[in-house]
């Protein structure tokens, strides 16, 4: 179904467009898990996990509208950071995102072979858990003696549809090659992965820490694209 999808969709833009990029760009998310409970100590903190993701853009209109499909993966993860000398926090992920985005944008700068283009996106996401267990890990009490208790992790399998906004930047430096550049940021609101922190600090018992991962965070890529057409 999802091939499908994609060849319906690469034909429409085909059959628009006068001018088509092919793009491969690896990326960066720095994403921000949902704090349900916090931990004592919490600070706000984005983490970054690697990503990669295939793009195939058409310029229409004298090459100033923007429409596109691109695919994407990463491991979904989620963290939490707390303010201590010793232990800046913990993290884990056994979860697998994947993600198909149609995009739409219009040049405002095109010139000299540029054009920076904001853009929105509609993405369709697919969580897959890698294990079907949650996973337990252990504080060791030596990083930092205040915070000792069991760790949890609850991969989801989950689908979800996520609002974007962003900008592109396109540059034809030489001959059908293009350096591209993107950034973006994405609102989740299904999680994929729960994470519990059942702890005790300075050996009184707290309520039990979670956050939840949904997808929501920034996204930055850079990459070479050719003009296929």
């Not at 793009?55 to 229409?60: R, T």
């Amino acid at each position: 179904m999802k091939t499908r999808f994609l060849i319906v969709i690469f034909l429409l833009l085909y059959n628009l467009g006068n001018s088509q990029v092919l793009s491969f760009r690896p990326g960066q998310m720095y994403h921000h898990s949902k704090t349900i409970t916090p931990v004592i100590g919490q600070i706000r903190q984005f983490d970054n996990v690697n990503y990669f993701s295939i793009n195939y853009n058409h310029f229409i209109e004298e090459r100033k509208i923007q429409l596109g499909i691109n695919y994407s993966f990463f491991s979904g993860w989620t963290w939490f950071n707390v303010n201590t000398n010793y232990w800046r926090g913990n993290g884990s992920s056994n979860t697998s995102i994947s993600r198909v985005a149609l995009t739409g944008g219009y040049s405002i700068i095109n010139r000299h072979r540029l054009k920076v283009i904001p853009q929105m996106r509609i993405i369709f996401e697919r969580a897959k858990a890698t294990n079907s267990l949650s996973q337990r890990v252990y504080i060791d009490s030596r990083v930092d003696k205040r915070y000792e208790g069991p760790i949890s992790l609850l991969p989801l399998n989950s689908f979800q549809i996520l609002p974007a906004l962003g900008v592109d930047l396109d540059w034809n430096f030489w001959w059908r090659l293009h350096f591209v550049y993107s950034t973006y940021y994405a609102w989740g609101h299904k999680p994929f992965q729960k994470y519990y922190f059942e702890y005790t600090y300075d050996g009184v018992p707290q309520p039990t820490a979670e956050w939840h991962s949904d997808g929501t965070g920034w996204f930055f890529s850079v990459g070479l694209g050719i003009t296929m057409f």
